[in-house]
């Protein structure tokens, strides 16, 4: 029987499409509007391996939103979250992405009525500049799966991970989703992470630029890093060796909270007088000095109540806990609040935000009850009975940190290719602090272009943060008020800064009074 000749174009059509049609999202639970621009959600091969004589076949679920200025020629922003074992739902859906949730999604009539959670417009989406991939990685995170265990599949079921084959499973992912997405073949690429995503980005690229004839090496254009880690021997350490100490010690976190006010002066100077310096510098060493453990015991009794996330967010104590979440203060992770900590801050929001007034609480908690929803299972794709997997280190995810210096890379970087770089720190994040990221930055020796400074949204008064340039696009960026998710914290500044980093423009300097008044 002959084919229509109208049908036959058509199917000529679907065969050939630049972008698998059948993953088109056309409606969101939660969201009554058109949606803003497309979307796709479904699953990319991310390759297999074999581990201990099992065979792994690997399957990433992803989401990908279109620029909702000009897709066809806006770059493509990758983004991924921390942990690890953090799924980058957190960050699309509470940081960057075009739909938001929070403890409002809760109170609608809608919820009432269907149980899903309402999503909110998000005029600061980084969709107004670019179009989004997210990475779920590794596999099981999210949605993402492997053929052994199916969609069901728990932490464990992909088999043990590190840093390496971390790596060399995002770039088949990536290089996998390209194919799939033929029409993004020529665009720009970035790619931002948050928190372990400080190992997740540069380990990627790294492995990017190993591949000479790779499309992403080709059109990938520069990478950011949001209050991230650095390697087991520089920053993050969830098990440091007290013999071979790593990191920056009591003394950065000694200098943040005296430098906040939170501890006093004359203690600080106590603390600074009185420690053995190693005890102060080395991560992970024992204080074993009599009056220097005095004296930092003495220094969290002043602290008092704190999330280990943001210094000045209230969402934890508002939401009628009487302490910070269990992990809030010895806090060992590197990705959002877990799912334990984020059903005890996931109530309401409050009328008067969560962090000076900039964003809404209760974001985690409204994620969770909205991606597992049946409905937004069917909508995204996904299997009724699948597992959405979200932990951190020691949460069901079998990871072994072995990346111990990315510094060396950073030189490399810098100096021998043409990538841009940023660096964001938050500097109200306690645990990642900004004195910390200063100082590596810093120690990477870079010729200083423009020396710290205070940088605006709007060319006045209205501060982002400060900036201090290097040579060949190195940039370290703090974000003033934010904590450690800084798109979510900081959603105005964030889009500005964002919106510097795609489009290489500089940063709007300081144009007011004198901070300090003359004598």
Not at 59 to 86: C, K, M, Q, R
Not at 142 to 162: H, L, V
Not at 210 to 226: D, W
Not at 314 to 332: D, E, F, H, I, V
Request: charged fraction near 20%.
């Amino acid at each position: 029987m002959m084919i229509p000749l109208l049908l036959a174009a058509l199917l000529t059509v679907a065969c050939t499409s630049p972008v698998p049609l059948e993953d088109e999202v056309t409606a969101l639970p939660g969201w009554r509007k058109p949606l803003k621009s497309k979307m796709y959600s479904g699953y990319v091969s991310a390759g297999d391996d074999v581990q201990d004589g099992v065979k792994y076949v690997m399957h990433e679920h992803y989401i990908f939103i279109e620029s909702e200025n000009d897709p066809a020629n806006d770059p493509v922003l990758i983004w991924t979250n921390g942990g690890p074992g953090a799924a980058s739902y957190f960050g699309l859906f509470t940081e960057v992405g075009p739909y938001y949730v929070s403890g409002d999604s809760l109170k609608t009539d809608e919820f009432n009525a269907t149980g899903v959670p309402t999503l909110f417009d998000n005029k600061y989406a980084w969709t107004q500049k670019a179009n989004l991939l997210i990475i779920n990685s590794p596999p099981p995170v999210g949605y993402s799966y492997c053929d052994n265990f199916g969609p069901a599949g728990n932490g464990s079921s992909c088999g043990k991970w590190n840093d390496e084959r971390t790596a060399k499973h995002n770039y088949i992912y990536l290089s996998n989703w390209l194919e799939a997405f033929e029409s993004y073949q020529h665009h720009d690429f970035y790619i931002v992470g948050e928190s372990y995503g400080g190992i997740y980005v540069p380990t990627l690229v790294r492995e990017i630029l190993q591949h000479e004839t790779s499309i992403l090496k080709k059109q990938l254009k520069g990478f950011a890093i949001i209050d991230g880690c650095v390697g087991t021997d520089v920053l993050c350490n969830l098990n440091p060796n007290p013999e071979h100490p790593s990191g920056p010690g009591n003394y950065f976190h000694v200098l943040f909270f005296g430098g906040h006010h939170a501890i006093s002066m004359k203690l600080y100077a106590d603390i600074m007088e009185k420690c053995p310096k190693d005890q102060l510098l080395g991560y992970g060493t024992p204080l074993t000095d009599p009056v220097c453990k005095a004296l930092i015991a003495k220094a969290t009794y002043q602290i008092g109540g704190m999330y280990a996330y943001s210094l000045y967010d209230t969402c934890w104590y508002q939401n009628g806990l009487k302490s910070a979440p269990k992990k809030g203060s010895t806090r060992n992770y590197w990705g959002p609040p877990t799912r334990e900590d984020v059903s005890r801050i996931g109530g309401p929001a409050s009328e008067i935000g969560g962090a000076v007034n900039d964003y809404p609480c209760g974001g985690g908690g409204a994620l969770f009850k909205w991606i597992e929803h049946p409905s937004v299972k069917r909508v995204l794709g996904v299997a009724p009975d699948a597992l959405m997997f979200m932990g951190d280190n020691g949460a069901g995810l079998p990871y072994t940190l072995t990346e111990k210096n990315l510094l060396p890379f950073y030189e490399h970087v810098v100096l021998g290719t043409d990538l841009r770089v940023l660096i964001i720190n938050g500097d109200t994040d306690p645990t990642l602090d900004s004195f910390v990221a200063q100082n590596w930055t810093t120690s990477l020796g870079f010729k200083e272009v423009e020396e710290w400074r205070p940088w605006t949204i709007d060319g006045k008064q209205w501060m982002g943060g400060s900036i201090t340039r290097y040579e060949h696009d190195f940039d370290f960026v703090t974000v003033r008020g934010s904590g450690h998710m800084v798109p979510q914290y900081k959603p105005r500044v964030s889009y500005e800064w964002i919106t510097n980093f795609l489009e290489n423009k500089p940063y709007k300097k300081y144009d007011g009074p004198s901070a300090w008044p003359e004598a």
